[in-house]
Every structure is written in structure tokens, then in C-alpha cells.
């Protein structure tokens, strides 16, 4: 008996040990089930990727609190790089890079005045393949926000807005003047379907769409928000729409059916920002500035106080977040922005902006921080960080031929004849789109000297020559100018430069440039144009190594063009051109504008992407105006010039 009780008190002690393990295993399931409602709720989205997304119904919601893209929450991480700021060659490497800090969304921005640089001449192909841009993104699993402006800002010339606008006397940018909207039209009527396939429910990584860009910081037309929204509406957008503001107008830059987002850089005015927000809705700063731009005469910007707090802080709020930038790059050519305030200052050819990823594309210390930040926080480890690419350093280049600027007119084509001042958008070429960047050429005759008067009409520096000898320069500051008093007629000429059109604020309509109203000499207008359009494209570039130019004198006459080779004997790399002892111009490569440079500085140093040299001879042209130095350096890191934080 006591056996047989010992035996069902150890069955029922097995038993109950049993129920025991099967309730602690019951529980331990139920702890996985929560854990994984709680990694759902939170960190789902991260499998939610372009190329694992096969049932797509829904698209990115922004009817709650946070965003969901099929049911799921979802929260924004991206980054703002623009195609036409890359070599098109290096658009994956940025991508990748772009994906080993974590993001899953990229938001580029789309500048019609490339796409469109005459009217109804459109270009979507080689650097400025759109198409290209959002099938590479999608391929490598990156969301895509677009920025389709028309108006984009982002420190370009006229906020993207093409300069043939402004022929019009009366045009109204921004605005639902019948002139502007109808270029804007024919535009969109371009470019939107060539995106509608890569919209996310077509299969493509595009889930959101910004309707213009910080308009409340303009606001100058009521109904001009609604015509952007109903213009990219009717033309089959479908994907979530948004708008972008910052403190200067957020309640005024909004538009119905569209999802407010801000900008800013500082987290107490961004939270400050934040509670002007619709309720009920997901939260997205889609700028929070990670740097700063530049302009020539200041100091390279650079930020980094705070910048981890404030990103951390935004996360744990659950507040999506979009770096801009994460890859500045170049302002390649002419097509910097400026800035009027009172002031007019024009940005300089880089647009490093102190962002996590360099001008040339290479890791900075705010890319680790930002990755360790973002790996702790989506509890994973993040995909291997691309290899850094190498930079070269190449033999000092002596310059030895060049020609003068006079000399090289003949290579232009016929110049224009006025008896008043043409502005350069409206002077009769292009396909009476003008001329949109550049110097342009003013001759005329005088025959006494006396006070020049600028009246304030050069846009917006002038070099002025009798007889092709400088005798000084022109521009917002300086609007007089002593001519000497000689007997006879004499050359007077003036070179003037487009050094940017303004970008954001309220001028933009007042952004035509050349010599836009009479000069006076002796309170007398002058008269008698010879005009010449120095647009300096690649065809032009390219014509001095088919012509005779002339051994380097002593002393050269300026303005000129300065020619050398640079030989590469291996696979070409990257490199940085530094022109020692040089004043102010413009350097090509291959026939390829780099950009701007200038002593003043801050930048010190013209990025020379590898994809445009190639092995062999390479032709380095320098459009000098004032100074020449006797060499070209190429250095293997870049010098942008004297740091101030922000």
C-alpha cells in the first residue's frame, strides 16, 4: 500500500512538474509573443523593403500617430541625396553608404532648370537619368521621397527654377500667374510620367511625393499650394503626398491632403515647431540639417554639438527623420545658389554641407556616430560599410599655353548688337531661351573719360577694360568707377558675371543678371552694344585643342584661358585641384566645368571626380580673369578652408 502511494505521489509530482514546465513554457512562449507584438509595433518595418514588398494595396498611411506601410508601423529614416550632384558613375557607391548607416529611405530632389534648360527642350538622360536614379534605388532596396518642387531651393541656382522664366517682364515665380503655370505644365506634363511606374503601388520605392518646397516662407499666392498639389494629382500621383516647412512658415506653407513636415537643426526650435503639428498624425522633420552650406567671402560650416542628442531624441519620440543632407556633393558648373537678406552673397562650387558622407563621398566622424546611434537602435547590426575610395595625388601640372579672352571671341558665334544693355535672359539665343550662366561680354566705344555709374544695374560683378586693360570692377558695393581722360575713341568693355541667382526669399522675380538697366558715363547712358554670350559650354571648352594658342609671356593678358595636360598613367582616381597663386575663375576638365573658384575663399580646392578623367592625356582648361599662377596642384584630400561652427 504505502509503495503503491509512493508511486502515484511521484506520478503526481510528475505530473505536476510537468504542468509546470508546460506553464513555464506556455509562458516563455507568450514573453516570445509579446516580444515580438512589441518588435512589430516598433521595429517591423525593417524587413519592409522595396524588393520583399509583393502585396502593396495600401502605401505609406499617415492616419495615426505613426506611419504604416501595409498595416505595419513604420518609421522613416532617410537621407537627402541628389543625382545631379553625383557622377552618375558613383550613384551606387553613395546608395550604399547610405544604407550601411541604416536608412531606408533616400529624398532627392528634381531641378527643372536642368531638366528643362531651354523651354520645351527637355534632357533626362546620362547624369540627369531620373529613371535611372529611382530603378537604382529600388534595386537596392531604398525607399524613395520626391521632390519634384517646381521650386526646390536646396542652395541651387534660383531654387531650380529655370532662368528663361524670367524673359517675361511681368512673370510672377511661384505664383498662379497663367505664365508661370504654364511652363510649369508643360513641365510636369515631362516629368511625371516618367516616375508614375515608380510609384509604390506600381511596384516602385517612391511612398511619398513633397508638393513644393517651404512655400510658407514665401506665401505670395493663396491658391498657387492647391495648383502644385492638383497639377501633380491629376497627372496620376498617387502615393502619399507632403509638404516641408520651417519656422519662417509652417502654418502658412500647408495645403490640403497633404501631410506636414518641418525642418530645422536645433531640437528646442524643432520641438517648438513639433507642437504646431497636426494631432493624430505621424511626426517627420524632412530636413533636419546635419551641416550647413557656404558662401564665398565666409567660412566653411560645420556642426556637430548636439547633433547625436537631438537625433536620439527625435527616435525615442518615435519621430521619423530625414538628414539633409547625408550627401551634399557638388555644385558642379554655375549652378550655385546666393543669398539676399540685404546682402547679396553667392555660394561657393561645393556642397560638402558638413554632412555624415564627404563632398567626395568618404566617412566622417558624424557618419560613425550616426551609425552606432541608428545600429543600437534598430538592435542590429547594419550591412558592411562600403570601402573607402582612394584619392590621388598627381604630379604638379605647369601651364605653359593659353590665349586671351579677346582672342578666343572669334570662337563664339556671331555676337548681338544692341543699342541698350540686354539682360542675359533675354539676349536672342538658345532658341530665344537666352543665356542662363556664364559671363557675358559688354563693348561699346567712348570718346572721353570721366565717371562710370553702374546705377546699380551690374548682376553681379563686372570687370571693366578700355582698351582690354582692367581699370577696375562693378558690383553691388562698388557702382562707380573713374575712366581716365584721353583724346579719341576707345574700347570700353565689361565682363560681367552671373555669380548665382538668390534661392530662397522673397527676390526671386528680381534675379535677372548680365546688365539689366543703363550704364552711365558723365551721367550720359551708353549706347552702341556689341554683346557676347561666354556661356562657356563644353563644345566651346573643347575648341582650344583644335586651335593655335600662345606660349605663357610674362605677362599674360587677362582675362585668358589657360591650357595644360594632366597625364594619368594608371586607372584614374579622385583628386582635388588647388590652384596656388590663381585669383578667380573657372577650371574644366576634359571639357567637363567643375566649377567655380575663388582666393577669397573659404573653399580652396575643386573636387575632381575620377569618372571624368580617363587614362592618358586629360586637357585642364582655366578661365582666369585677373591673376594667373605658373602650376596646378591635384592633392589627394580637400581644403575647404577655414572652419566655423554653426
Known amino acids: 500500500m504505502l509503495k503503491l502511494l509512493a508511486e502515484k505521489g511521484s506520478k503526481s509530482m510528475q505530473i505536476i512538474a510537468l504542468r509546470r514546465e ?7 512562449l507568450l514573453l516570445i509573443v509579446v516580444a515580438l507584438i512589441v518588435y512589430r509595433l516598433r521595429f517591423h518595418w525593417l524587413p519592409l523593403t522595396p524588393t520583399r514588398m509583393y502585396s502593396r494595396k495600401l502605401g505609406l498611411q499617415a492616419d495615426r500617430e505613426y506611419f504604416q506601410l501595409e498595416g ?46 531651354q523651354k520645351g527642350i527637355f534632357h533626362f538622360k546620362d547624369n540627369l537619368d531620373l529613371e535611372a536614379y529611382l530603378r537604382l534605388a529600388n534595386d537596392l532596396d531604398l525607399w524613395v521621397i520626391l521632390r519634384p518642387g ?58 511619398a511625393v513633397q508638393v513644393e518646397n517651404e512655400y510658407g516662407g514665401y506665401d505670395k499666392d493663396q491658391k498657387y499650394m492647391n495648383f502644385v498639389y492638383e497639377a501633380l494629382l491629376h497627372r496620376g500621383t498617387s502615393e502619399l503626398f507632403m509638404t516641408s516647412d520651417n519656422k519662417d512658415g509652417l502654418s502658412k506653407g500647408s495645403v490640403a ?26 511626426k517627420m522633420v524632412m530636413e533636419y540639417w546635419s551641416g550647413w552650406f557656404d558662401h564665398w567671402g565666409g567660412h566653411h560650416h560645420i556642426y556637430q554639438e548636439g547633433i547625436l ?23 558642379f558648373g554655375f549652378m550655385n545658389g546666393a543669398q539676399d537678406f540685404g546682402t547679396y552673397i553667392a555660394d561657393v562650387t561645393s556642397y560638402d554641407y558638413d554632412a555624415p558622407l564627404s563632398e567626395a563621398g568618404d566617412y566622417t566622424e558624424k557618419y560613425s556616430g550616426i551609425r552606432e546611434l541608428y545600429s543600437k537602435y534598430l538592435g542590429q547590426e547594419l550591412p558592411e560599410q562600403p570601402a573607402v575610395m582612394y584619392k590621388s595625388k598627381y604630379a604638379t601640372l605647369h601651364v605653359k599655353e593659353y590665349i586671351p579672352l579677346w582672342d578666343a571671341l572669334s570662337q563664339l558665334e556671331k555676337p548681338i548688337k544692341s543699342e541698350r544693355p540686354i539682360n542675359m535672359e533675354n539676349l536672342p539665343i ?22 562710370l555709374d553702374s546705377m546699380q544695374n551690374v548682376r553681379d560683378r563686372a570687370q571693366v577694360f578700355v582698351d582690354g586693360v582692367s581699370i577696375g570692377f562693378l558690383d553691388y558695393k562698388n557702382m562707380e568707377l573713374a575712366i581716365s581722360v584721353a583724346t579719341g575713341k576707345r574700347n570700353l568693355s565689361l565682363l560681367v558675371e552671373n555669380r548665382g541667382r538668390v534661392n530662397y526669399g522673397d527676390k526671386l522675380d528680381d534675379q535677372r543678371k548680365g546688365l539689366i538697366g543703363d550704364i552711365l558715363l558723365n551721367k550720359e547712358p551708353l549706347k552702341g552694344f556689341t554683346i557676347y554670350p561666354l556661356e562657356m559650354k563644353t563644345s566651346f571648352i573643347e575648341s582650344f585643342s583644335a586651335i593655335q594658342l600662345n606660349p605663357i609671356p610674362e605677362n599674360p ?25 590663381w585669383t578667380k575663375g573657372v577650371v574644366f576638365v576634359n571639357g567637363m566645368n567643375l566649377g567655380r573658384y575663388w582666393e577669397i575663399g573659404p573653399q580652396q580646392t575643386l573636387y575632381l571626380p575620377a569618372p571624368w578623367l580617363q587614362h592618358g592625356n586629360n586637357e585642364i582648361v582655366i578661365f ?15 581644403d575647404l578652408g577655414q572652419a566655423q561652427h554653426v
Not at 76 to 83: Q, R, W
Not at 157 to 165: A, R, V
Not at 309 to 331: D, E, P, Q, R
Not at 560 to 577: A, E, K, N, R
Open 150 to 207: 517646381p521650386y526646390i531651393c536646396s542652395e541651387w541656382d534660383l531654387g531650380g527654377l529655370p532662368s528663361w522664366l524670367l524673359r517675361d517682364e511681368n512673370m510672377k515665380l511661384r505664383t498662379t500667374y497663367a505664365g508661370f503655370t504654364d511652363a510649369v505644365d508643360n513641365f510636369f506634363d515631362e516629368l511625371i510620367p516618367k516616375v508614375i511606374p515608380f510609384q509604390y503601388k506600381e511596384g516602385g520605392p517612391i511612398i
Open 72 to 117: 505595419n508601423k513604420f518609421l522613416i529614416l532617410g537621407g537627402s541625396m541628389h543625382y545631379f550632384r553625383i557622377p552618375r558613375a558613383y550613384w551606387t557607391d553613395r546608395m550604399l553608404k547610405m544604407k550601411a548607416l541604416g536608412l531606408n529611405t533616400l529624398t532627392t530632389y528634381v531641378p527643372w532648370n536642368l531638366h528643362e534648360p
Open 624 to 638: 582666369e580673369e585677373s591673376k594667373a599662377g605658373k602650376t596646378v596642384e591635384f592633392l589627394d584630400e580637400p
Open 257 to 282: 491632403g497633404a501631410l506636414a513636415t518641418i525642418n530645422f537643426q536645433k531640437l528646442d526650435s524643432g520641438m517648438t515647431l513639433m507642437k504646431n503639428l497636426e494631432p493624430g498624425k505621424p
Open 22 to 28: 508546460h506553464v513555464r513554457r506556455i509562458g516563455f
Open 557 to 581: 593678358t587677362f582675362p585668358g584661358f589657360f591650357y595644360g595636360i594632366l597625364h594619368v598613367d594608371s586607372l584614374p582616381y579622385d583628386t582635388f585641384v588647388k590652384l596656388k597663386g
Open 309 to 331: 542628442n537631438t537625433i536620439a531624441a527625435l527616435l525615442n519620440k518615435g519621430i521619423s527623420i530625414n538628414l539633409y543632407m547625408f550627401h551634399g556633393g557638388t555644385n
Open 430 to 451: 538658345n532658341h530665344d531661351s537666352g543665356q542662363a550662366y556664364g559671363y557675358t561680354l559688354y563693348n561699346t566705344v567712348i570718346n572721353s573719360g570721366g565717371l
